[in-house]
């Protein structure tokens, strides 16, 4: 199949829809990119036969409810419960774990009829955004393999920008769907806390985890979270709220929506060539009829580090028993990290929580004033894998996207330019909770406007 990088699921459907292409040519084109390039990059953990893979979709196998992704090939980060499917957590503890159930949102993409190639490499139980898993592999970014390509949902991010799958789910608590979208060059959405279940999907932290989409566009990502958004009266985290819809107010006009341009001393600590992109952007959301404003944002400082505290200490919860029987089957970073979080005292955590409630409200006033706040997504384009420290950088990689965690908002990450050194530099979109429509709808028109999405590495 001829460029299947450039392949998104929107076209895909329309093929399939034509008979152009069989769910059958899907499936074995993107097992042949994840044969020719997996070993390379180490985007898959767990790679399913597609033979089996379409079997698995046949009509009988309780399917379908919905049919609107009938024969769209979709991996998975390996936190996703998958019903005879190894989920191993990129950890040790999980090697061999094998859940009985699907994870809800896995529920509703096989019942909308996707097939699903495989589990996706993870930084080691989701703790961390470079992406070297010490127990299954570095994975490597496509743009540049000597690079990270972030985490933790690095997997997903390099099988979408490579084509070994038209799209691919992942979870974010501090960026990592945003982070590996930005560094790879795909597009990341992090939908409103509650929007998306997380029963099923194993957690790093009950307050800050979310699910969401990477795909080659925004109206991908529309797709996807059109599928997975849906009440799920078991999870104590997810929210009855009205459906979205994504798709119909994807075309909405973005005329004379107030965008607030981050400034100040928090963001301009930045590589000038991410400033000087995102700052590009403005001509185009001005081209689009939006009108631009900067404001100072130096406060978000104080979310980040609220979330970077709960983010460590909820973990260590979650982990608590592991970390005191078998510490040395964590790898050292992720081992670091959970002992500081088990550090952590009660005081600091109450008063981190205390942190996250004032800053839901402040945003909430920041957003009557503002439809939107744009910024970069990363501070620095993807760093090396050798010679930098994991917890330093889970510090500044986060930076710009742990403050969204905390509140809880829309948050979508898209390609806005690259380095001189040809790597991706992401744009960051957020809004007020529960305007995940919107967000997209912006997103989607800086994309029209633009080629970026367009752009894919040669490997």
């Known amino acids: 199949m001829d460029n299947l990088q450039a392949l998104t699921i929107s076209k895909a459907l329309e093929g399939l829809q034509q008979r152009e292409i069989s769910p059958h040519d899907l499936a074995e084109a993107c097992s042949r990119q994840i044969e020719r ?30 049919n609107v992704l009938r024969g769209i090939p979709i991996a998975l980060k390996d936190l996703f419960d998958t019903a005879g499917i190894r989920t191993t957590v990129g950890s040790k503890f999980f090697a061999d774990n094998v859940p009985e159930q699907d994870a809800f949102v896995v529920e509703k993409l096989k019942q909308a ?70 560094l790879c060059g795909v597009v990341g959405f992090k939908p409103t806390f509650g929007r998306v279940s997380l029963r099923g999907v194993f957690p790093l932290s009950w307050n800050l985890d979310h699910v969401g ?45 107030k965008i607030a341009l981050g400034v100040g001393k928090f963001i301009e600590a930045s590589d000038p060539e991410i400033l000087e992109s995102v700052r590009q952007t403005v001509k ?8 631009i404003q900067e404001v100072n944002v ?33 790898g050292e970073d992720v081992r670091r990290r959970l002992e500081n979080g088990a ?54 990689l986060t930076r710009f996207t742990a403050p969204f965690n905390l509140a809880g908002l829309p948050a979508l990450s898209l390609p806005c330019g690259f380095t001189r050194e040809a790597l991706p530099i992401g744009l960051q ?6 305007a995940d429509a919107k967000v997209l709808n912006l997103g989607y028109a800086f994309e029209q406007a633009t080629e970026w999405h367009q752009q894919f590495p040669s490997i």
């Not at 958004?229 to 994807?250: E, F, K, Q």
């Not at 609220?306 to 983010?311: E, F, H, Q, R, S």
């Not at 839901?360 to 760093?383: C, G, N, S, V, Y």
């Not at 979109?429 to 529960?434: L, P, T």
């Open 37 to 66: 390039l997996n070993l390379r990059l180490n985007a898959f953990i767990t790679v399913i036969n597609p033979k089996e893979a379409l079997e698995a979709q046949l009509p009988g196998n309780n399917l379908p409810a919905s």
């Open 284 to 291: 185009v959301f001005e081209s689009v009829g939006c009108k």
């Open 343 to 396: 550090k952590t005292s009660s005081t600091d955590y109450v008063l981190a929580r205390r942190t996250q409630a004032e800053f839901r409200k402040r945003f909430e006033q920041f957003f009557e004033a503002h439809d939107f706040l744009i910024l970069p997504t990363t501070p620095i384009p993807a760093p090396t894998i050798e010679g930098h420290d994991a917890v330093e950088q889970a510090g500044r």
């Open 213 to 257: 989409p990477l795909t080659k566009c925004v109206k991908d990502a529309a797709l996807l979270l059109q599928v997975i958004s849906l009440y799920d009266p078991l999870d104590p985290a997810s929210i009855r709220m009205l459906s979205g819809d994504y798709l119909g107010h994807l075309m909405d006009d973005a005329t004379g929506k």
């Open 429 to 434: 979109i957020v809004s007020r909770a529960w």
């Open 298 to 330: 130096d406060w978000l400082r104080e979310a980040a580090l609220a979330n970077g505290l709960m983010t460590q200490s909820d973990a260590a919860a979650v982990h608590r028993d592991r970390l005191k029987e078998h510490p040395e089957m964590f």
């Open 113 to 182: 009829g996707v097939i699903l190639l495989g589990k996706t490499n993870t930084h080691e139980i989701a703790l961390g955004v470079t992406g070297n898993n010490p127990h299954y592999g570095t994975a490597r970014n496509p743009w540049n393999t000597e690079r990270v390509p972030g985490g933790s949902s690095a997997g997903s991010a390099i099988a979408v920008g490579t084509g070994m799958a038209l799209g691919a789910l992942g979870t974010d608590t501090g960026g990592s769907i945003r982070i590996p979208a930005s």
